[in-house]
């Protein structure tokens, strides 16, 4: 399975203020995907970034808020914008490298003061 | 839309029990998975179900998968503290992953 390398692993951030979080994987992957994890809860897909096209949101989320890039195969970003406390939660990436196996990043966790 | 149901939400169980977490989804399904997460950390793979009637096991934990009744059990034997996390089941949709609600388990001397 891909290994994912994701930072930062948590940031305190000033309310207003943007956020990139970065996701490198080991191997060139098709589809690449981006997964929020408010406290205690479970996890909801944000979008899902595909190289050369703009990524497609789920329902709740815009392009606005959570701007994504996808420059090559194994690289993504995820910007989470002027955040308010509400946007505190755990961001994961993750990626399907072989039929039926995804992996996911090692999260990172966001507060917003 | 695709509705992914776990039950129970909380499980408290005592050393060396048993007990079954169950996982029900809305909408027709091959591919089921099952995670596991520790507190602050992210999900570990333990399971993924490829095809009606698929068993798998590892260690104290099996886990079925019916996809004619919409529905996948994870099944723990003779429990241990070590067990202690928060499970979640997630089915492959349209080549993407939605989420149960998730177990959070918590198993006592």
């Known amino acids: 399975s891909a290994v994912i390398s994701q930072k930062p692993s948590r940031d305190i951030c000033q309310r207003g203020t943007s956020l990139t979080i970065q996701c490198q994987v080991d191997s060139q992957v098709t589809m690449m995907f981006w997964y929020r994890q408010q406290p205690g809860q479970s996890l909801t897909l944000i979008a899902t970034a595909n190289q050369g096209s703009e990524a497609t949101y789920e329902s709740g989320f815009v392009i606005d808020k959570f701007p994504i890039s996808r420059p090559n195969l194994t690289f993504s970003t995820l910007t989470v914008s002027n955040m308010s406390p509400e946007d505190s939660s755990i961001y994961l990436c993750?990626?399907?490298?072989?039929?039926?196996?995804?992996?996911f990043g090692s999260g990172t966790r966001l507060t917003v003061v | 839309e695709l509705k992914v149901e776990q039950n129970p939400l909380f499980l408290s169980m005592q050393e060396g029990k048993n007990y079954t977490i169950y996982c029900n989804y809305s909408t027709t399904s091959d591919r089921l998975y099952w995670y596991r997460q520790d507190p602050g950390k992210s999900l570990e793979s333990l399971f993924v179900l490829l095809s009606n009637g698929a068993v798998k096991q590892e260690g104290r934990l099996m886990a079925s998968l019916d996809t004619k009744a919409r529905l996948s059990t994870l099944h723990i034997t003779a429990a241990v503290h070590d067990l202690s996390a928060t499970y979640f089941c997630a089915v492959d949709k349209a080549d993407k992953l939605i989420f149960g609600t998730g177990t959070r388990l918590q198993v006592f001397p």
């Open positions: 993750s990626v399907e490298k072989n039929q039926g196996s995804y992996t």
